[in-house]
């Protein structure tokens, strides 16, 4: 794991990939426990013989599902020191260009984007590309955005 130490270090990082984190495989189970956690319940998602009639060939995570990834992904792939404390600011753009199918492994590849001086702090763009085993296309891009406060 990478552990990036000070504002200092990370504006030295802008435009580096900080790292790959490990494959995931999604299941019927977690994709069914995520739709009755959020109440999104959609057929494509969690009915799998209907889902079979689609071109997928059967049940799809819900895109929140794989944006929801990003933390797990993120602490196997890097940490901050050096900070008071950071937290989750939001996200800019995000894009789903291909589907998670149930099944698939996935993992997240994340590249160190931009680093943006803010009121006491900095804000920290990453790009969290997640990747499906044996894809063309990533399943998310996202840009997610962490503010960190120095201690």
């Not at 552990?3 to 200092?8: A, M, Q, S, V």
């Not at 009639?53 to 049940?59: H, L, M, Q, S, V």
């Not at 260009?97 to 900095?122: F, H, I, N, Q, Y």
Request: aromatic share 10%; charged share 20%; hydrophobic share 40%.
């Amino acid at each position: 794991m990478l552990t990036l130490t000070g504002i200092d270090e990370l504006k030295a990082q802008v435009g580096q990939e900080l790292g790959v984190s490990e494959w995931v495989e999604v299941s019927q189970e977690t994709i069914d426990a995520f739709a009755d956690v959020t109440g999104d319940h959609q057929w494509i998602h969690v009915d799998p013989e209907r889902a079979k009639e689609t071109p997928f060939g059967g049940t799809i995570a819900h895109g929140l599902f794989t944006l929801g990834l990003g933390p797990r992904f993120t602490y196997e792939i890097f940490t901050l020191g050096g900070f008071a404390f950071a937290l989750n600011y939001g996200y800019g753009k995000v894009r789903f260009p291909a589907p998670l199918k149930v099944g698939a492994k996935v993992r997240m590849r994340a590249t160190l984007s931009a680093v943006e001086d803010v009121a006491g702090g900095v804000q920290i763009t990453v790009t969290q590309t997640f990747e499906v085993e044996g894809g063309e296309k990533p399943v998310c891009v996202a840009e997610s955005l962490t503010r960190a406060y120095p201690g």
